[in-house]
């Protein structure tokens, strides 16, 4: 199975572009939007590791 050769560019396109519509890169629009929103709820999640780890820097540097 050969498949398209620009598929993932196109995906990325498409991705970048939450107005582009019909089946792009071999998703559809409510893939792309699936796939947008897990991406943000990771940079939410590693956002709020960081401040953790940060907070926990930070008292330990305070109680030793």
């Known amino acids: 199975w050969g498949g398209c050769p620009v598929r993932e560019a196109c995906l990325a396109a498409a991705m970048d572009d939450p107005t582009l519509t019909g089946v792009w890169g071999g998703t559809t629009e409510a893939d792309r939007d699936h796939r947008r929103m897990l ?7 590693e956002a709020l590791r960081i401040k953790r780890a940060r907070a926990r820097a930070a008292l330990n540097t305070s109680n030793g």
């Open 39 to 45: 991406a943000k709820r990771a940079v939410k999640a």
